[in-house]
């Protein structure tokens, strides 16, 4: 495989200025493919060998800060659809209700803000479109700005806690934070003279993130051990986060229904999925508030956000480095 000619847009969604969103990638890996860091490197700018690895690093997208200081599943399920700024795991979500209080549609999210970023930028009135058609009709040009004219990620239809959102608003959401966290952790690290392998130990050791979330972990290790046998890593093309179905064993619903069919892609496709909804059509006549799981109603999006799984791939390229491992902080 040569080079890679053009970085793809997030799930190689359709769109006229791919070109502009491919430089910005370009300029993203540029920060991090840097002699220091000699086993990440730029697909762009070297070639890629048919068959290479991509396999994906995978975790679920309730945080695993909330459930490892808050005991009470409810409460942790509470708090978490309350403060978007709580959902860290490159997922966020918001929950829509009735007049009865019961839970009609929970919207699902891993689209990376920086993409809408570029989006306002080369084409703001497509980003008004698609807002008005994923949100709400009444969204208006100047909710969308700052008042130097650029784009306003938090605005106050994405900033919602209920309703909808459109993309990643939590501050370590970032496709940036992805790139940075999978460059820095192809170093191997020492502590006391021994290798560091435990994840959270590895994220701690290199300040590669959070080791109280379930992504970061996941992520170091999985490239750390790739890093160990000597293989180049980069992150693999289209670069995004991604959405996977739910695990739905165990809901138990009023009509028997399998409630996997509730899950509906909105943005993406299946394989890349960048925004997902699970809501039961009205013409089954309940909501999901009346589904069971684990005996007891759906009375939050945490609870779906704990069976969700968040994803992204990794290319590992064979290589014969000779990995000289650094001390924590160096």
Known sequence: MPKLARFSTPARLPDKNADAWSARVSGMLAQVAV??????????????????????????????????????????????????????????????????????????????????????????????????????????????????????????????????????????????????????????????????????????????????????PQIASAVNVAAAEGSEITLADPLGLHLGRPLTAGMVTPDGADAARFWKVERGVEEHALRSRFEVPKSRGYVVGDIELGGRPIEFGGQIADRVPVWIKVTVKKGSHKPKPKPCGA
Not at 64 to 84: I, N, Y
Not at 165 to 172: F, I
């Open 35 to 216: 002699p220091s860091l000699p086993q990440f490197y730029d697909p762009a700018k070297k070639n890629t060998p048919p068959g290479t690895l991509e396999p994906m690093v995978t975790w679920v997208a309730f945080p695993a800060s909330l459930r490892a200081f808050t005991p009470s599943a409810t409460e942790r399920w509470r708090r978490a659809d309350r403060d978007r700024g709580l959902q860290d795991e490159y997922c966020e979500w918001t929950v829509e209700r009735n007049s009865a209080r019961k839970i009609t549609r929970v919207t699902f999210t891993s689209e990376v803000p920086e993409y809408w970023e570029h989006l306002f930028e080369t084409d703001p009135a497509r980003v008004l479109r698609l807002y008005r058609r994923l949100v709400d009709p009444a969204v208006k040009p100047a909710d969308l700005r700052k008042r130097d004219g650029s784009y306003k990620p938090e605005n106050r239809w994405n900033n919602s806690k209920p309703g909808r959102l459109v993309h990643l608003v939590q501050g370590s959401n970032t496709l940036g934070a992805a790139i940075d966290l999978v460059a820095k952790a192809t170093v191997l690290r020492v502590k006391n003279g021994k290798p560091v392998t435990n994840q959270q130990e590895l994220v701690r050791c290199a300040r590669l993130g959070d080791p109280l979330r379930n992504s970061d």
